[in-house]
């Protein structure tokens, strides 16, 4: 017997009015496997994460976590069995300090629902736990900064570490580097890699340099359908692929 | 590796003993004492009246707080669950006084629980449909559900008790601590230990995993579903605990007066209880308790200085909104950050500025508000500040509208270049 795929989706559709902009894709993915999802702008990449997450309901098909349905649920229900997200646009709680933010994201994982009668403060295992996250996306001496007072790539960490913060089994990741400088993006990577080990990783990506570091393999969406799926090295020889996303762009060789 | 990130020491991260001491308990504490310290100044009826209608308040503005600055839902409805609290405190009020049951053996001393109990459960009615959605669809919702409520009490007259209400008496059922409540000094220690318990009640939520979701459903519902919450139900129990505290100032209300009537459902102490909370500033845990204070004190000592007194409340409710959205507080503690940041002379300088600005613009609002009434009342009564009177028809009079709002205006703009230019 062979363990479930972490995530599965099968024969996915999403239609907005006539407009479809989700057309039948279909994707496994195996436990700890990092598989990344590119694509042109209007591909349908983030839409697909909405469906995932349960901020969308599919109109066809089906969303499977580690063999149970998951499509059709809403999002607080799917995050608690095991799926967490970060969003392309620094999403977080903006008049809470950096240890709060990700406090509220460890929440759940200490068994604390919607408890009104534990004092948090007194909670060591919840500071324990939020400063381990801390630690490893590298906030720690920031952790009493206002969210909304960090610069942005320190928030984009902080997006990551809220993710990562419930212990999830598969960790979404929308576009984690985007507008960061070279630098901040070789920071962000490393990250990721560290925060992400053992756990099985979709990311949408537009930096090639990052994909291609990061991806076991990789999915090619356009227009709402998977063009191709593969390793890095058979994504990058693909024809079809090169022309479709890729075009002349250059792939950072010394990367591959 | 991960044994030395769970080693990893966060002490100096998060606040010490010392720390959480000094900036949570000793102002709880302080704030007990002078409740405490009160009575020994032999304080007059009309003080103590005064007094504790600011309890009332001081919990009510809190508990409505508890909606608008932590939760980020924006009720107009809020005294509705006040009232609830004080109509069913009245009639348990009066079944202690018939004594049958379990009743004889209830203290009326106690009866802010069951106004707790009564508001959080008109709470959990009506914020079932309600909390779905935060935002204007709340707002609209809590509006027609305080016009519904307030115009049915007008028709149950057996729970309501029509236009004259449901009156009681408080001297009823077993005693407490030895009080009677009979003379005004005993309700005293009755308000002061509710509001007491209800401050350091809805303090003490903000300190839970509830509340913190609650702060972070205000800032972001989207990001909550995503830490595997439900924001509609993270609104749907701070809305029961609002409700619940609002239940438990209703029923101090009640045993403090005696008569609960349908105008307490009413839209105007709904707003008035926005309003205490927002003018006191609302990102603030004790804001609404500095609202509650000053506009209690408004309400019940400026409407004897002058018929005006509503027109300068609104005034001072705009002026706040727009010049110091995080009110009284804001102010309070602004000044004190001022003083303690990098100049500190330059700072009181502006600050003073300021404040002379805003005393000459309500210098001219006032002589002008206070002509026009007298004007517009036909009595032929003629505004004398100290002695001096200003006629409609004299021309001093205008000189002493316009002259302080110009220079107020000035000085004013002054204050502002000045801010500017320190920072």
Partial sequence: MTSPPA?????????????RIINGVSLDIAPGERHAIIGPNGAGKSTLFNLISGLYFPTQGSVLLNGQKISGLPPHQINRMGLSRSFQVSNIFTNMTVRENVRCGVLNT???????????????????????ILERCGLSDKANVPASLLPYADQRSLEIAITIAGNPDVILLDEPTAGMSQSETARAVELIAKATEGKTLLIVEHDMGVIFNLADRISVLVYGEILATGTPQEIRGNAEVREAYLGDEALPEELA | MSTTQESFDYSAHIPSNAEKFRQRTLPLLIFAAILVAIPLTGPSRTVYTLMHQMGINIVLALSYNMLLGRAGLLSFGHAVYFGFGGYFAMHAMNWIADGSGIWADFPVFLLPVLGFGAGALAGAVIGWPSCRRAGTTFAMISLGVAELIASGAFMFDSFFGGEQGISGDRMNGPELFGLTLGPISQVYWFIAFWTVVGVVGMYAFTRTPLGKLSEATRDNPQRVQFIGYNPQRVRYLVFIFSGGFAGLAGAMAAVNYEIFTPDAFSLVPSGFILIMAYVGGITYFVGPIFGAILLTYMQSMMSDFTDAWLLYLGVLFISIVMFAPRGLAGIVFGFSAGLRGPRPRAFLITWLTQLAGVALMLIGLIVLVEIAVRWS?????????????????????????VAPAIAGVALSRRAARMREAQA
Avoid: C
Avoid at chain 1, 110 to 132: D, R, V
Avoid at chain 2, 379 to 399: H, I, M
């Fill in chain 2, 377 to 401: 009342n036909g009595y032929g009564e003629v505004f004398a500040p100290f002695g001096l009177p200003l006629a409609q028809a004299n021309p001093l009079s205008w000189l002493l509208v």
């Fill in chain 1, 7 to 19: 995530l599965s989706i099968r024969d996915l559709s999403k239609s907005f009015g006539p407009a």
């Fill in chain 1, 110 to 132: 200490m068994g604390l629902g919607y408890s009104f009668w534990s004092n948090i403060g007194a909670n060591k295992a919840a500071h324990a736990k939020t400063f381990e």
